[in-house]
């Protein structure tokens, strides 16, 4: 064997080691989650630790209790995360709960949903913490900025703070706007039943757009029994543009107060459910269609399919146990050319001056955006292509199944027969997929 053919000799085999050597890499077991072992002696409740520090109602409170000595060394408290930073209402901030209080966790670090999510039992290591509060909310940070209290270091989240179980979020406690707050209610979760947004708020976005001065902006919301609170939104939430709705119903969240304020705020638009007539009645339903029957026809509903094997059907995947319409040109395999309408039944709008439309919608996967379409001399028998449509403009999905409301005015179409329908496209090369749903127009 020449020299040359045993250094190419070498050279292979070399190759061949480092080949399999990066095989093995890819292949290799994924760490195993292993919940802390933290004796049930070591935890102290919520409810003590915000006593013991003076932390509710203390808005006055100078400066921040470093949490030090026998008294918490080798100590925790233990909460379930009932507020994170995935949609952006809530900013480098965790809020945990337990059965006797709740309190705000304020950590330098974003995206903290990723290892924190809503759910997530967590354990916080107390000793070499600060106690205080923010704007008057009791929270834990990091160190101290003057009298106020500084964040939580990135560097030292994962030694405070230590990933358990996921267990859900516990059911949030009913909160009347009549009863009075108190202090003792900071930072719990919350539904509050029977409210509706301010009428002074109809038809606007949930914050500003673009980005104001203040960094959000306060909602208000107003029970059908009395009493009234702020819902703070954030200009940098996810769902700043997207449309308050304007219907009764409930909203979850979490207490707070902003110097002697208190406020309400949200995670993200799931905790809004406001499909019901407003108190007054004042938002009279002429159409609503929510697809909790399941059928995408009844209430006189259609369907037309104009181009492909696709058409809208009902689903209530990855939505609990709410349905809604969607469509998709996915066949399993590819994508096929497609038109499909769902069309509403006939409207009389001819003894109303004004007249809305609202509707939530979703999409994900790249393709043609879903159009809304308004007629007023379809006849719900021919073919679509028969009627004049005019389309109209909406706040749509940004997509990643994430549901928006949108919020139409119709009173440019006031008419004895009027119809609205939503228009999917979609060719053989793309397409996505959409869902609509909670459809209602009103006076």
């Known amino acids: 064997m020449t020299m040359n053919r045993l250094n190419s000799l070498i050279i292979l085999l070399a190759a061949v080691f480092m080949l399999s050597s990066c095989i093995q890499d890819d292949f290799d077991t ?3 989650y292993i919940p802390p072992s933290i004796d049930a002696s070591q935890v102290m409740n919520i409810g003590d630790l915000l006593t013991s520090n003076n932390l509710l109602g203390n808005c006055d409170l100078v400066s921040p209790t470093l949490l030090s000595g026998a008294t918490y060394e080798g100590k925790y408290i233990k909460g379930v995360v009932t507020s994170d930073d995935f949609a952006g209402n809530f900013y480098k901030t965790l809020v945990i709960q337990d059965a006797t209080g709740a309190i705000a966790l304020s950590l330098d670090a974003t995206n903290l949903n990723a290892q924190f999510p809503v759910g997530r039992e967590v354990y916080v290591k107390l000793e070499g913490l600060y106690a205080g509060v923010f704007a008057c909310q009791p929270t834990l940070g990091g160190g101290l900025d003057g009298s106020d209290i500084e964040r939580i270091a990135e560097p030292l989240i994962d030694q405070h703070i230590l990933k358990g179980d996921v267990v859900g979020e516990p059911s949030p406690e009913v909160l009347a706007l009549n009863g009075g707050l108190n202090p003792s209610m900071i930072n719990k979760l919350f539904i509050i039943e029977n409210c509706e947004f301010d009428p002074s708020f109809i038809g606007q976005t949930y914050a500003n757009i673009p980005v104001s001065a203040t960094y959000g902006k306060d909602v208000i919301a107003n029970g059908c029994n009395g009493g009234s609170v702020i819902v703070r939104m954030s200009d ?3 769902f700043a543009g997207d449309t308050l709705p ?3 119903g ?3 969240g979490i207490l707070g107060i902003y110097n002697d304020e208190y406020q309400f705020t949200i995670r993200d638009t799931n ?3 406001m499909k019901n007539p407003r108190c007054d009645g ?4 002429i159409l609503n269609k929510d697809f909790e029957d399941q059928e995408i026809n009844s209430g006189g509903w259609t369907t037309q399919v104009v181009q492909g094997p696709h058409d809208w059907s009902t689903s209530n995947q990855g939505g609990g146990n709410s349905y809604y319409a969607v469509l998709s040109n996915w066949n399993g395999q590819g994508n096929d050319a497609s038109e499909a309408w769902l069309i509403s039944p006939s409207m009389n709008l001819s003894g109303v001056q004004s007249a809305t439309l609202e ?7 790249g393709g043609p955006t879903m159009q809304l379409y308004i007629s007023t001399d379809f006849d719900n028998q021919s073919s679509v292509g028969d009627a004049s449509w005019t389309e109209l403009s909406y706040t749509q999905s940004q997509g990643g ?3 928006v409301t949108a919020t139409v005015d119709l009173s440019n179409f006031i008419s004895s027969n009027v119809h609205i329908a939503f228009r999917y496209t979609g060719s053989d090369q793309d397409g996505s997929t959409w869902e609509v749903d909670d459809i209602r127009v009103f006076e």
């Open 271 to 273: 905790d809004v459910d």
């Open 401 to 403: 199944f994430a549901f």
């Open 359 to 365: 509707f939530r919608n979703a999409y994900n996967y």
């Open 30 to 32: 994924p760490p195993v």
């Open 250 to 252: 409930s909203i979850v």
């Open 236 to 238: 940098y939430a996810a």
């Open 282 to 285: 004042a938002d009279d339903l």
């Open 246 to 248: 304007i219907g009764n």
